[in-house]
């Protein structure tokens, strides 16, 4: 697969930009400072990039490797209202 190949969607970025290409989510990924660039999730999205271009793997995995890096310090939070139960409220024999 050549660096000129597109991802499956854009990758949107903090500042507005999106990532189209796997030539521009490398190029991203360089620019960063040397500080942010030799984290280890980026090194991880670098070698996803760099096997999917030269060993011709799926893009996904490539997207995903970035989009990892990208939201590294975004914590997932529950929100229990969103979880619904689908049998409702079990009754015990106590309560009959």
């Excluded at 660096?3 to 949107?12: G, T």
């Amino acid at each position: 697969m050549p660096w000129s190949a597109p991802f499956d969607d854009p990758i949107p970025l903090p500042d507005g930009r999106q990532i189209v290409t796997l030539r521009d989510a490398a190029t991203y990924i360089t620019k960063l400072p040397k500080a942010e660039h030799d984290a280890p999730e980026w090194q991880h999205a670098m070698e996803a990039l760099i096997l999917v271009a030269e060993k011709g793997g799926p893009a996904m995995f490539a997207r995903i490797g970035v989009m990892r890096a990208l939201n590294r310090h975004v914590e997932p939070v529950f929100d229990p209202s969103r979880k619904s139960t689908h049998w409702g409220k079990r009754k015990l024999k106590r309560d009959q």
